[in-house]
């Protein structure tokens, strides 16, 4: 298994319902997420994105860096879709993320 913090993940964060979005890659992604959710960063601290909406996890920083590099010259709208098809309500899954599965969801 895994540790926690070595989850490399590709996430989304968001203020509200298709508010403000921000798109990121981490290679410690419980780490990043209590940033941003502390306020420890620069755009997510100015707009006060502190709910994770969407995230994968991946098994190389390689593949993971690609995929972010693609969703941000998606437009808004492909990613409001990609965030709705498996979060159509945009709740927060910090909760679900930090109380732990025993197996990552992988792409």
Request: positive net charge; aromatic residues 14%; without cysteine.
């Amino acid at each position: 298994m895994v540790p926690r913090e070595a989850w490399i993940a590709v996430y989304m964060m968001a203020d509200h319902y298709r508010g403000t979005l921000y798109t990121g890659v981490t290679a410690y992604f419980h780490s990043r997420i209590i940033q941003h959710r502390e306020g420890r960063g620069g755009f997510t601290k100015r707009y006060g994105l502190t709910r994770l909406v969407w995230y994968e996890v991946h098994d190389l920083m390689t593949e993971a860096i690609q995929r972010e590099t693609s969703l941000k010259r998606y437009p808004r709208q492909w990613k409001i879709n990609l965030i709705e098809a498996d979060n159509p309500h945009w709740d927060d899954l910090y909760a679900s993320v930090f109380e732990w599965t025993p197996v990552p969801r992988q792409v």
